[in-house]
T-cell receptor, first 115, second 116 residues
Framework: GNSVTQMEGPVTLSEEAFLTINCTYTATGYPSLFWYVQYPGEGLQLLLKATKADDKGSNKGFEATYRKETTSFHLEKGSVQVSDSAVYFCALSDRGSGGYQKVTFGTGTKLQVIP | DTAVSQTPKYLVTQMGNDKSIKCEQNLGHDTMYWYKQDSKKFLKIMFSYNNKELIINETVPNRFSPKSPDKAHLNLHINSLELGDSAVYFC???????????????FGNGTRLTVT
């Protein structure tokens, strides 16, 4: 079956540092890839997505590129802020049985940004 | 304005009790989901409904019974609650298309269930 592997957290960075959160996936088909963010006490929100190889998703200074050759979708941001402190989830969407969309999430990576 | 709303936000109950969580979405989506998030933040799909029809039913104890009265509502009833049921339960919705699999999920803010 499909799976998503994320780097273990927590990741602690100083404000304005460069962020990378690694994500690799295993899928039998041609999935779409997503990053979601979860702030404390809230549900997950879509951060960005990419639907095919070499697509780059971007939002709020975050970027991730769909790399089919390395089956990766690493999340990057050039300069993090305290307000970026949250849990980040990598996810893939594929077609499950019956043709319906099935989403598989990674285990989440907690990011803490200190002033 | 809330797109996906769940009630209650917190639920504290004793082992053996029966409880329900309600979810409603006003996004016009036709697919709704229940996810369970454990204390380590791991998210596991439990159920999914498309237009009131059950389409995903993962290996969940049959003490858990979802019900979708219409495509805007998906409720979760849990019988004979156990300590291990303590978790945060998230409802989500998305738009289904046979042509695409890139519809993002929209999540509610979760229901924190504590079983004592």
């Amino acid at each position: 079956g499909n799976s998503v592997t994320q780097m273990e957290g927590p990741v602690t960075l100083s404000e304005e540092a460069f962020l990378t959160i690694n994500c690799t996936y295993t899928a039998t088909g041609y999935p779409s890839l997503f990053w979601y963010v979860q702030y404390p006490g809230e549900g997950l929100q879509l951060l960005l997505k990419a639907t095919k190889a070499d697509d780059k998703g971007s939002n709020k200074g975050f970027e991730a590129t769909y790399r089919k050759e390395t089956t990766s979708f690493h999340l990057e941001k050039g300069s993090v802020q305290v307000s970026d402190s949250a849990v980040y989830f990598c996810a893939l969407s594929d077609r499950g049985s019956g043709g319906y969309q099935k989403v598989t999430f990674g285990t989440g990576t907690k990011l803490q940004v200190i002033p | 304005d809330t797109a996906v709303s769940q009630t209650p936000k917190y639920l504290v109950t004793q082992m053996g009790n029966d409880k329900s969580i309600k979810c409603e979405q006003n996004l016009g989506h036709d697919t709704m989901y229940w996810y369970k998030q454990d204390s380590k933040k791991f998210l596991k799909i439990m159920f999914s409904y498309n237009n009131k029809e059950l389409i995903i039913n993962e290996t969940v104890p049959n003490r858990f019974s979802p019900k979708s009265p219409d495509k805007a509502h998906l409720n979760l009833h849990i019988n004979s609650l156990e300590l291990g049921d303590s978790a945060v339960y998230f409802c989500a919705s998305s738009h289904f298309s046979m042509k695409r699999i890139n519809s993002p999920l929209h999540f509610g803010n979760g229901t924190r269930l504590t079983v004592t």
